[in-house]
């Protein structure tokens, strides 16, 4: 078939501040849980910043800004995703004043993308919660986190409101669930997490997303607030209706965020789950009043679906965060993950057939492993495989359009090669451009187009014709 984007469709790509910032004490900026994290969710945090986390450096965005744009550029971005470094503008998050250079840094970005016609898409909150929020708060399980996050907006509304449209308020919040301290800043070991204080954290950030929301209105008119959902489509193992069932209870605990999002109130099988887990949620009227601040579009990232079975002899899918069983019919990635590309079309129905707001695909892509080789004496990486990837998952959104689904657009994520958040390694590489640093943190941090990088660029050419 032949796939026809709409016009002025955001083709782009994704990053977070702390997976390619790097810079990680310089311009004032104090420390982030990341900071911490050298493992990723692989392991415990560290007391302090240790020198094997590749997060510190990253692939030194903050110093290299206007080179890689420039490239985002070549390719044709129309928009580009990327995070504000929280503990950057404030390095404690409950400070009175905001951080000077920090605001000055996000100024140079914008200027970079504007000279080059590209629209920021920036995300508020990405996996990078001050530390001293998770230290001396537990992070979100404090209702005062909603004050200080609220307050941090506001800045970034009222220093950025004019230049940037598309704002995300968390990365892929219904992922606190799986990974309290990246998601949630909660330093309390999963295993000892209540779920009284983790659904608490929920509401918190769910409220902070709402008022936020409000607060754009105000402060930035103009501005489109987005959630940023993890989305995991969840088939039923077998025909059999407990399969079934428990597949549909698996996609309503993701689902709840949207929901929420979406419609200003929690949903009747969110709160049989608090019920039946003996959870008292603390609710304000005043909180109730804040959620009926609801998003002008709905944000997700897309990588993969799993599969759901009421036998508990089934296993869990490996590397997975968000738990399920594997799906026999389909392959996966050198990291575990299963390709999917349907499971996007399904997924675009899905959001937009219930929630009815613009939708947009702000994470999709593959992470493998690549191998930087000279040809014709320019040093590249042949990608067929995430070229591939990337064009059959695109036809599925091309159909999804045909369907009558509202998209804004499609930003892959990682598009420079930079750290990954699960696993903490730079071998896991998902860019169209290669970037010289490995696991050991060697490397000239030099940057490379790799085969996908012309193929990118010729689908924003013919926006999305030669697919
Ligand atoms: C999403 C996150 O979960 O997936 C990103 O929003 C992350 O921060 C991306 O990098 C890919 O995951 P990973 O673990 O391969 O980096």
Same mark, same amino acid.
């Given at each position: 078939m032949t796939t026809t984007f709409p016009e002025g469709f955001l083709w782009g790509g994704a990053t977070a501040a702390n997976q390619f910032e790097g810079a990680y004490d310089q311009g004032g900026k104090g420390l982030s849980i990341q900071d911490i994290m050298p493992k990723g969710i692989m392991a415990p945090p560290?007391?302090?910043?240790?020198?094997?986390?590749?997060?510190?450096?990253?692939?030194?965005?903050?110093?290299?800004?206007?080179?890689?744009?420039?490239l985002f550029a070549e390719m044709g971005f129309k928009t580009f995703r990327f995070s504000i470094a929280w503990s950057r503008i404030f390095p404690n998050g409950d400070d009175a004043t905001p951080n000077e250079e920090g605001l000055a840094f996000y100024d140079r970005v914008l200027d970079e993308l504007e000279k080059h016609g590209i629209e920021p898409l920036v995300t508020i909150s990405h996996y990078e919660t001050p530390l001293h929020l998770a230290r001396e708060y537990d992070g979100w399980t404090d209702r005062r986190l909603i004050d200080f996050y609220e307050h941090y907006a506001r800045v970034l509304f009222e220093r950025y409101g004019q230049r940037v449209k598309y704002w995300l308020t968390f990365n892929e919040i219904n992922a606190i669930i799986h990974a309290p301290l990246m998601a949630g800043g909660i330093l309390t070991?999963?295993?000892?997490?209540?779920?009284?204080?983790?659904?608490q954290a929920i509401h918190h950030e769910l409220v902070a997303s709402a008022r936020v929301t409000r607060l754009a209105r105000e402060v930035a008119p103009g501005a489109q607030i987005g959630c940023m959902i993890l989305a995991m489509p969840t088939y039923p193992l077998t025909p059999n209706p407990e399969d079934v069932l428990k597949a549909l209870q698996a996609e309503q605990a993701n689902y709840a965020f949207g929901d929420v999002h979406c419609?200003?109130?929690y949903p009747g099988y969110f709160?049989?789950?608090?019920?039946?887990?003996g959870v008292e949620l603390e609710i304000t009227d005043q909180d109730r009043e804040d959620l009926k601040n609801t998003v002008d579009f709905v944000s997700f990232s897309y990588y993969s679906s799993v599969c759901e079975s009421a036998d508990p002899s089934q296993e869990a899918g490996e590397s997975n965060i968000m738990g399920g069983t594997k799906n026999p019919t389909l392959k996966a990635s050198e990291w575990g993950w299963q390709i999917d590309p349907v499971g996007l079309r399904i997924v675009l129905n899905d959001y937009w057939d219930r929630w009815q707001k613009p939708?947009?695909?702000?994470? !999709?892509?593959?992470?493998?492993?690549?191998?930087?080789?000279?040809? *014709? @004496? $320019?040093?590249?990486?042949?990608?067929?495989?995430?070229?591939?990837?990337? !064009?059959?998952?695109?036809?599925?959104?091309?159909?999804?359009?045909? *369907? @009558? $689904?509202?998209?804004?657009?499609?930003t892959t994520w990682g598009c420079i090669d930079l750290v990954s958040a699960s696993t903490?390694?730079?071998?896991?590489?998902? @860019?169209?451009?290669?970037?010289?640093?490995?696991?050991y943190g060697q490397g000239s941090l030099e940057r490379y187009r790799k085969k996908s990088f012309d193929w990118y660029k010729e689908v924003i050419a013919t926006n999305g014709g030669s697919l």
């Amino acid at each position: 078939m032949t796939t026809t984007f709409p016009e002025g469709f955001l083709w782009g790509g994704a990053t977070a501040a702390n997976q390619f910032e790097g810079a990680y004490d310089q311009g004032g900026k104090g420390l982030s849980i990341q900071d911490i994290m050298p493992k990723g969710i692989m392991a415990p945090p560290s007391e302090e910043p240790t020198e094997d986390n590749l997060k510190l450096t990253g692939i030194d965005f903050y110093n290299r800004y206007a080179e890689d744009i420039a490239l985002f550029a070549e390719m044709g971005f129309k928009t580009f995703r990327f995070s504000i470094a929280w503990s950057r503008i404030f390095p404690n998050g409950d400070d009175a004043t905001p951080n000077e250079e920090g605001l000055a840094f996000y100024d140079r970005v914008l200027d970079e993308l504007e000279k080059h016609g590209i629209e920021p898409l920036v995300t508020i909150s990405h996996y990078e919660t001050p530390l001293h929020l998770a230290r001396e708060y537990d992070g979100w399980t404090d209702r005062r986190l909603i004050d200080f996050y609220e307050h941090y907006a506001r800045v970034l509304f009222e220093r950025y409101g004019q230049r940037v449209k598309y704002w995300l308020t968390f990365n892929e919040i219904n992922a606190i669930i799986h990974a309290p301290l990246m998601a949630g800043g909660i330093l309390t070991p999963k295993e000892e997490l209540s779920k009284q204080d983790l659904y608490q954290a929920i509401h918190h950030e769910l409220v902070a997303s709402a008022r936020v929301t409000r607060l754009a209105r105000e402060v930035a008119p103009g501005a489109q607030i987005g959630c940023m959902i993890l989305a995991m489509p969840t088939y039923p193992l077998t025909p059999n209706p407990e399969d079934v069932l428990k597949a549909l209870q698996a996609e309503q605990a993701n689902y709840a965020f949207g929901d929420v999002h979406c419609r200003g109130y929690y949903p009747g099988y969110f709160l049989r789950t608090l019920r039946e887990a003996g959870v008292e949620l603390e609710i304000t009227d005043q909180d109730r009043e804040d959620l009926k601040n609801t998003v002008d579009f709905v944000s997700f990232s897309y990588y993969s679906s799993v599969c759901e079975s009421a036998d508990p002899s089934q296993e869990a899918g490996e590397s997975n965060i968000m738990g399920g069983t594997k799906n026999p019919t389909l392959k996966a990635s050198e990291w575990g993950w299963q390709i999917d590309p349907v499971g996007l079309r399904i997924v675009l129905n899905d959001y937009w057939d219930r929630w009815q707001k613009p939708l947009f695909i702000v994470e !999709n892509g593959l992470g493998a492993k690549d191998e930087l080789l000279e040809v *014709d @004496g $320019v040093k590249t990486v042949q990608d067929d495989y995430r070229i591939d990837y990337l !064009n059959q998952h695109l036809t599925q959104v091309g159909e999804a359009l045909a *369907d @009558g $689904v509202d998209l804004l657009g499609y930003t892959t994520w990682g598009c420079i090669d930079l750290v990954s958040a699960s696993t903490a390694q730079l071998s896991k590489r998902y @860019g169209f451009i290669y970037v010289d640093r490995n696991d050991y943190g060697q490397g000239s941090l030099e940057r490379y187009r790799k085969k996908s990088f012309d193929w990118y660029k010729e689908v924003i050419a013919t926006n999305g014709g030669s697919l």
